[in-house]
């Protein structure tokens, strides 16, 4: 058997997202290689920092800058038919395959959040995705929630959907990063995301800033690269007079990242939505206690390792916060269970069942 994959999200300068879960997939895909279970590896461009082929685990690249998956892509599968299934890890597939296909589906938020996404990359995820849930063999959703929406929001049958969660792991050697962080001499909250709207990145701050009123000494620490509309967070800090309170990080480096998660009071994540919630795990891995919204995949993710919250009620954040100051033990609870709760998510446990799937609609 012959496996075609979309390489493209997993080739690139800084992943994130997406890109780490195609990598981690291309990684167990190479180990898995075999004279009985071969992978063809689809690019743009040449491969950057991806697993090394091997006689059976080979990249190729199709040249076309524009609508790569819907045209240049499609006349490459048809004009050479030496593959037997193919395999994208986000959204989008060929838009005419002469062998069955999988797809993943992260999130339907371009539904949810439309503002959050400029109207060019809107289009496309609605119709491109909508095309993709149709022609596929079979569908991988990365959480019942996603499963959930993809059923509700496309019809899309559930039979032919599987969940298969998103793994974690981080394997790095802690070092004391060469950067000096404003305020780690103070106790801070941390949040780690894209700055865009349906992150809530807003209602965070509103609460925040009443939270700092009870106790003045703490912090907030903002990692993460900016998204769509983020000005009006830089905005919303500049009014509410917190510019000596909270710190903009952009864009870290992992162990630059360890290092804010072990020494942050706590995680906070209170997005309206999210597919997943990867930076749950990554919180709890370096046991950091969490405290996330409770909304979407979330509370299906967390589990009872973290606090929840109304993401549409600041005070109800506030709470859970104060909760955490004044109970050092239920703190110390938090953090035991995080370390327990990554132990049921691994990029094995998620490139093995994805393989399954792959297999499985071939053979149909």
Same mark, same amino acid.
């Given at each position: ?102 797809? @993943? ?39 019942? @929630? ?19 969660? &998103?793994?974690?792991?981080? &394997? ?5 990063? &060469? ?16 700055? $865009? ?38 905005? $919303? ?47 709890? #891995? ?8 409770? #909304? ?15 993401? &549409? ?52």
């Amino acid at each position: 058997m012959i496996i075609g994959v979309d390489g493209n999200e997993a080739n690139v300068d800084r992943r994130v997202g997406v890109s780490v879960y195609a990598l981690n997939l291309l990684k167990y895909f190479k180990k898995k290689a075999s004279r009985e279970i071969q992978f063809r590896v689809y690019l743009r461009y040449p491969p950057k920092d991806l697993p090394e082929e091997t006689p059976y685990f080979k990249y190729e690249v199709v040249p076309g800058r524009f609508l790569w998956s819907q045209i240049f892509l499609p006349l490459r599968l048809f004009k050479q038919k030496n593959i037997d299934v193919f395999f994208s890890p986000a959204h989008y597939l060929p838009r005419f395959s002469p062998v069955p296909t999988v797809v @993943t589906i992260h999130d339907l938020s371009y539904l949810y959040f439309p503002g959050d996404f400029l109207k060019k990359d809107l289009f496309q995820l609605k119709n491109w995705t909508d095309y993709s849930l149709k022609k596929a063999k079979k569908i991988i959703a990365v959480s019942k @929630t996603t499963k959930k929406d993809i059923v509700k929001s496309y019809g899309t049958d559930d039979g032919k959907i599987e969940v298969v969660y &998103n793994g974690y792991e981080k &394997n790095i050697k802690y070092q004391i990063p &060469n950067i000096k962080y404003e305020h780690t001499e103070h106790p801070y909250i941390l949040y780690v995301g894209t700055l $865009q709207p349906r992150k809530n990145i807003s209602g965070l701050i509103k609460a925040f800033d009443k939270f700092k009123k009870l106790h003045p000494e703490f912090k907030l620490k903002i990692a993460g690269k900016k998204g769509w509309l983020y000005d009006e967070i830089f905005d $919303q800090v500049t009014e509410l007079g917190l510019e000596d309170d909270v710190y903009f990080a952009d864009f870290v480096t992992d162990n630059q990242l360890m290092f804010l998660y072990k020494n942050a009071f706590c995680f906070v994540m209170p997005s309206f939505y999210e597919g997943f919630g990867i930076p749950i795990l990554e919180a709890m #891995s370096f046991e950091c206690p969490v405290i996330a919204s409770f #909304s979407s995949s979330l509370p299906e993710i967390g589990a009872d390792a973290a606090l929840y919250f109304d993401p &549409n009620n600041s005070y109800d954040l506030v709470e859970k916060i104060k909760l955490l100051k004044d109970d050092p033990a239920m703190r110390l609870d938090l953090i035991v269970k995080g370390k327990k709760r990554i132990k049921e998510f691994s990029w094995e446990k998620c490139a093995q069942q994805t393989l399954e799937v792959i297999k499985e609609a071939a053979s149909k």
